[in-house]
């Protein structure tokens, strides 16, 4: 089993940037794939991408391609989601997940959940 706790959001204006960490912890925390996930308020949470267990792999849904980045430390068992170009419709609270086996790209292969970290995108 593997624990996460996500740390880095905040208050940001539209345009700007913000990198999220989720740090792992538990036996093995560096064989899971790894994503993340956000729900805005009164919508349906949504996958925002993944991460490879190496870390050499990742995919990102349309609505943040190009924009945001997965990145992967397993020696210190952390993810990152870099922010760029930050839009109001990113605002929602944003959650690390872990997922044991192969798909990386599958929303519902993910089990492990942090407890989420809000993001708000001003203008």
């Known amino acids: 089993q593997v624990q996460l706790v996500e740390s880095g959001g905040g208050l940001v204006q539209a345009g700007g940037s913000l990198r999220l960490s989720c740090a792992a912890s538990?036996?093995?925390?560096?064989?899971?794939?790894m994503g993340w996930f956000r729900q805005a308020t009164g919508k349906e949470r949504e996958f925002v991408g993944g991460?490879?267990?190496?870390?050499?792999?990742?995919y990102y849904a349309d609505s943040v391609k190009g924009r945001f980045t997965i990145s992967r430390d397993n020696g210190k068992n952390t993810m990152y989601l870099q922010m760029n170009s930050l839009k109001l419709e990113d605002t929602a609270v944003y959650y690390c997940?872990?997922?044991?086996?192969?798909?990386?790209?599958?929303?519902?292969?993910?089990?492990?959940w942090g407890q989420g970290t809000q993001v708000t995108v001003s203008s």
């Open positions: 997940a872990a997922a044991p086996g192969s798909y990386y790209w599958r929303p519902n292969s993910y089990e492990y």
């Open positions: 538990g036996r093995s925390s560096s064989s899971y794939n």
């Open positions: 991460i490879s267990q190496s870390g050499s792999m990742t």
